[in-house]
């Protein structure tokens, strides 16, 4: 059983941007999360982290989380620059580092639907990714809900493609967890991430947000190849989801640049 958390514990205010910092909107942002047996995840990442993991069905399970959304109005935080609109999926990890304690995520990579992909991955050396993205989201304001809900990814590293509906009956069920806040806590509100460079450097970055107001959803039907490709989650078990979360719209600020971690 994972331990009790409290949001109180992890919230705090947002450390002043500066230079390069950035800001954005996440619209139609989700996090469709699998549980998987642990040892899938073995030789993905440094000895210096170890897999956060969940006991599920009385079976030790590690997470992964699959993450798109739009980012909209995607600007500086310091100087007058322009705003960007791009199509976004990240793949995550649960993992904590071993070196500080602190529970974070471990980036397999991101795919990316814009021309500015170049300045992450030629730049700052990111394992991002090209993709073409097609978001056909229709949120009813009134409910609440999502009346529709449908990502389509075409990529070579990792194409992909989801829908998730909502409906009234839908509830918060995280096994492995003491309650539904502690979850939450876990799979919304890491604040680190780690990744290995595309020169094999081990790289990190770090973002900042608010508590995320995310509500339960259903998969329909998923396929996301990097998932199978790398063995983590078969094409079948990508239909069962552990969980399914989905917000609107949020806000993160995003510190860079990224650093290298000697």
Not at 10 to 30: A, E, I, N, Q
Not at 31 to 36: E, F, G, L, N
Not at 243 to 261: A, H
Request: charged share 20%.
């Amino acid at each position: 059983m994972q331990e009790l958390r409290r949001f109180k514990d992890y919230l705090y205010d947002r450390p002043k941007p500066t230079g390069m910092d950035v800001v954005c909107g996440l619209k139609h942002f989700s996090i469709i999360t699998y549980a998987v047996p642990a040892d899938r995840f073995d030789s993905i990442f440094p000895a210096r982290f170890k897999l956060d993991t969940v006991m599920v069905d009385g079976e030790e399970k590690g997470l992964i989380s699959v993450v798109p959304f739009i980012d909209v109005d995607f600007t500086s935080t310091v100087y007058p620059f322009p705003t960007f609109t791009m199509g976004q999926t990240n793949y995550r990890i649960y993992i904590i580092d071993t070196e500080t304690g602190e529970r974070c995520v471990w980036f397999l990579g991101t795919t990316l639907d814009s021309w500015t992909l170049a300045v992450p991955r030629y730049l700052w050396s990111l394992p991002w990714h090209s993709a073409k993205m097609t978001f056909d989201c229709q949120f009813d304001a009134a409910t609440g809900k999502y009346v529709k809900y449908s990502v389509n990814a075409e990529s070579e590293w990792a194409a992909a493609s989801v829908s998730l509906a909502q409906n009234t009956t839908e509830t918060f069920s995280f096994a492995g967890f003491p309650d539904t806040e502690s979850a939450l806590v876990y799979l919304t509100h890491p604040l680190a991430g780690f990744y290995h460079r595309c020169d094999g450097k081990l790289g990190t970055y770090r973002v900042w947000h608010k508590r995320l107001e995310v509500q339960p959803a259903s998969l329909i039907a998923a396929n996301f190849k990097l998932l199978s490709d790398l063995g983590i989650v078969t094409l079948s078990e990508q239909n069962h989801p552990y969980s399914v979360l989905i917000e609107p719209l949020n806000t993160f600020t995003i510190y860079l640049p990224p650093k290298v971690v000697e």
